[in-house]
């Protein structure tokens, strides 16, 4: 079988789960990696035989989107020429993670394809949306990568084609501990945004990690440290607590582990809005901005009692079947 796998790289969740699947899905046969976007910190992780700048996004200094970036980056032109000149006709299984140019190159060319990954989830109404919609938010979540059928994946079995969330090999195996720094993972803000914060709170030392740093260096309370994965993944397995951002996989990670969760969604990202409506389930505090984390807070997040812990129904190896199985489905 010939597998086109189409991974959105505007962030590092969709990276870190593609390299955890690519395994699983050599098991069925070769796989083609198309990876769209020029944002992630992890995207060296991943061979990819076609590449894209995609449609990226872009963030401001304060946390929100840099919509202005992203509107520059932006070539129709370019996404229809790449659509109509990916080969997605000549595979067996088309895979697409939320992203654009596979799924409108398979409609160009009447091709069946499985949307796979988290934004799948929100084709169910039964999955937590915020108190009041964004219409917005809820056309691009339909309408960015739309598929012949979708596999969802969230922190609850919210329909019967949502599944849980696939977690990498290095936190299902982990043994936790609980040392005495606070992990830091906030990629839309600048370091200085988030340096100031967390310095104004010097009993409590963070890691933080950044996109702009190349080697791990201290600053007063802080140890700051590049976005590596084993680095990452090191820091929250045996640290007390994570402050980030309302993505899908961390936050479903930190869960797994145990760990106190604090999350700030980015601004104007109507899929972290979501997330954050999801995450109350777990008693997991949100806050709106880094403004909010006074000494206080951050003490009181400290001594909250613990979120609920997330559980894993289905192991990969059962989900990825389930995809190829769609999948072959949608071909006969």
């Known amino acids: 079988m010939k597998i086109f796998y189409a991974v959105q790289a505007t962030g590092n969740g969709h990276i870190a789960r593609a390299v955890e699947l690519l395994p699983y899905l050599q098991q069925y046969g070769t796989v083609d990696i198309f990876l769209s976007g020029n944002n992630s910190s992890l995207n060296n992780c991943l061979a990819a035989r076609y590449k894209s700048k995609g449609a990226s996004l872009y963030y401001t200094q304060s946390g929100g989107l840099n919509y202005l970036k992203m509107m520059r980056e932006f070539s129709a032109r370019r996404i229809w020429k790449e659509a109509k000149d990916l080969p997605v006709e000549k595979y067996d299984c088309v895979l697409v993670d939320f992203e654009s140019i596979a799924a409108l190159s398979c409609r160009l060319k009447k091709i069946a394809c499985v949307g796979f990954g988290h934004q799948a989830s929100f084709y169910s109404a039964n999955t937590p949306r915020p108190k009041t919609k964004d219409i917005a938010g809820e056309w691009i979540l339909k309408t960015y990568a739309p598929a012949t059928a979708y596999t969802g994946l969230h922190s609850k079995s919210y329909d019967n084609f949502i599944f849980n969330p696939i977690l990498k090999k290095e936190i299902l195996q982990a043994a936790p501990q609980q040392k005495n720094y606070v992990s830091v993972y906030l990629p ?33 309370n802080i ?12 820091s929250i397995i045996n640290c007390y607590g994570v402050i980030t951002g309302a993505g899908f996989e961390t936050p479903a990670e930190i869960l797994y582990l145990g ?54 129904r289905y192991t990969t190896a059962e989900i990825i079947n389930h995809v190829i199985q769609q999948a072959k489905m949608l071909r006969q």
């Open 188 to 220: 839309q803000y600048d370091d200085a945004v988030v340096i100031q914060q967390l310095v104004a709170v010097p009993d409590v030392e963070f890691h933080l990690f950044s996109k702009k740093s190349r080697q791990t260096s201290p600053q007063k």
């Open 259 to 312: 760990k106190k969760l604090l999350c700030i969604p980015i601004k104007g990202q109507y899929e972290q809005k979501c997330n954050a409506a999801a995450l109350s389930s777990y008693m997991v505090p949100v806050v709106e901005s880094i403004n909010d984390l006074s000494a206080q807070y951050i003490s009181n997040w400290l001594n909250h009692p613990y979120p609920k812990s997330l559980e894993l």
């Open 223 to 234: 140890l700051i440290k590049p976005v590596d994965n084993n680095s990452f993944n090191e």
